[in-house]
């Protein structure tokens, strides 16, 4: 990803299917991007993210996300909304519906995976107890 200045006004950035490996250069419109597009890239960590303070949509289905500490980045995210992480390797091998692990780590989110967040899913993660995943897939 590069920088992309002359575009400090933008709200949506679409990304997918640009073998992309690092989030990057989001600093000149992290003020103004509400969605953000980056399924089937090869990103394996969202660092890089912190610049946007007004992102409410992160897609980023089909990358190559392995370890749920990286979920976790996204909680500084002030006005996340709705998140998409199918298709990466943290949902691989999980006993639990991983929808409602994302929701055990950010439970602001109002739409996962293209489920809506209503109170019978929320009665499921906190079914889920103190446990959480902390698989690390190789």
């Known amino acids: 990803m590069v ?4 575009l400090r ?7 997918s299917r640009n073998n992309i490996k690092k989030i990057a250069g989001l600093e000149e419109i992290g003020q103004t991007l509400k969605e ?7 990103i394996e960590r ?5 610049p946007c303070v007004k992102l409410h949509t992160l897609y980023i289905g089909n990358n190559r996300i392995k370890v749920w500490d990286e979920v976790d980045k996204l909680k500084d ?15 691989e091998n999980q006993k ?17 995976d ?5 109170d019978s899913l929320m009665e499921k993660v906190k079914a889920l107890g103190d446990g959480g995943p902390t698989t690390t897939i190789k």
Do not use: C, H, M
């Open 3 to 6: 920088n992309l200045p002359g």
């Open 114 to 118: 293209g489920t809506v967040v209503d």
């Open 96 to 112: 639990d519906d991983p929808k409602l692990l994302v929701l055990k780590r950010i439970n602001t989110l109002k739409n996962v």
């Open 77 to 91: 995210l002030p006005e996340i909304a709705n998140v998409l992480f199918v298709g990466n390797p943290i949902y």
């Open 36 to 42: 953000l597009w980056l399924s089937y890239n090869y």
């Open 46 to 50: 969202l660092d890089g993210l912190q």
């Open 9 to 15: 006004q933008i709200e949506i950035l679409s990304l």
